[in-house]
T-cell receptor
Framework: KNEVEQSPQNLTAQEGEFITINCSYS?????LHWLQQHPGGGIVSLFM???GKKKHGRLIATINIQEKHSSLHITASHPRDSAVYIC????????????FGKGTHLIIQP | NAGVTQTPKFRILKIGQSMTLQCTQD?????MYWYRQDPGMGLKLIYY???????DKGEVPNGYNVSRSTTEDFPLRLELAAPSQTSVYFC???????????FGSGTQLSVL
């Protein structure tokens, strides 16, 4: 069974700190998604990765396929980054839906 | 483009009632999905569709039905609501399975 584990579950940091959120999964995948869920509940896609590294503004996502691990980094964190960050994977050769982690609840204090 | 439009945003049902959650996308996406999100848990796939006329069960399909008569619409039907179906429901879509996902705003459903 495919498992997706995220760490930490909760993270509180000060504005300006460098943030790292980790995601580990147990089976071969065709894609990994990082999502952001706002306090109001809406979900937006941040990145989709199948290899290497992607950067968008202050957000960086990396994936190591051999180690079955991905990280999401936030540089120069800001209170508006406070949200739940969710990792999800699409198992290779499996059904077309994603398997989701439980999310990391991030709070950035001013 | 409106993206993925999901209605209603909130609903309270009595046990045994029926309802349909509506989902429409205007991006000509082939793939559409219904997920539920329970407190402290990751999203779970209920049903998905890879194109008009094609639907398939996900991880937690019991108590739900779907149809996909057009590319744009993917309604989710609850026939006999049960308290275990109290959850937040999200519709999502993408062009192909390994493409960026677009989510609706969610439906908070309570069954009492």
């Amino acid at each position: 069974k495919n498992e997706v584990e995220q760490s930490p579950q909760n993270l509180t940091a000060q504005e300006g700190e460098f943030i790292t959120i980790n995601c580990s999964y147990s089976v071969g995948i065709s894609a990994l998604h990082w999502l952001q869920q706002h306090p109001g509940g809406g979900i937006v896609s941040l990145f989709m990765l199948s290899s290497g590294k992607k950067k968008h503004g202050r957000l960086i996502a990396t994936i190591n396929i051999q180690e079955k691990h991905s990280s999401l980094h936030i540089t120069a964190s800001h209170p508006r980054d406070s949200a739940v960050y969710i990792c999800a994977v699409r198992p290779r050769g499996g059904a077309d839906g994603l398997t989701f982690g439980k999310g990391t609840h991030l709070i950035i204090q001013p | 483009n409106a993206g993925v439009t999901q209605t209603p945003k909130f609903r309270i049902l009595k046990i045994g009632q029926s309802m349909t959650l509506q989902c429409t996308q205007d991006m000509n996406h082939n793939y559409m999905y219904w997920y539920r999100q329970d407190p402290g848990m990751g999203l779970k796939l209920i049903y998905y569709s890879v194109g008009a006329g094609i639907t398939d069960k996900g991880e937690v399909p019991n108590g739900y039905n779907v149809s996909r008569s057009t590319t744009e619409d993917f309604p989710l039907r609850l026939e006999l609501a049960a308290p275990s179906q109290t959850s937040v429901y999200f519709c999502a879509s993408n062009l192909q399975g390994d493409e960026k996902l677009f989510f609706g705003s969610g439906t908070q459903l309570s069954v009492l």
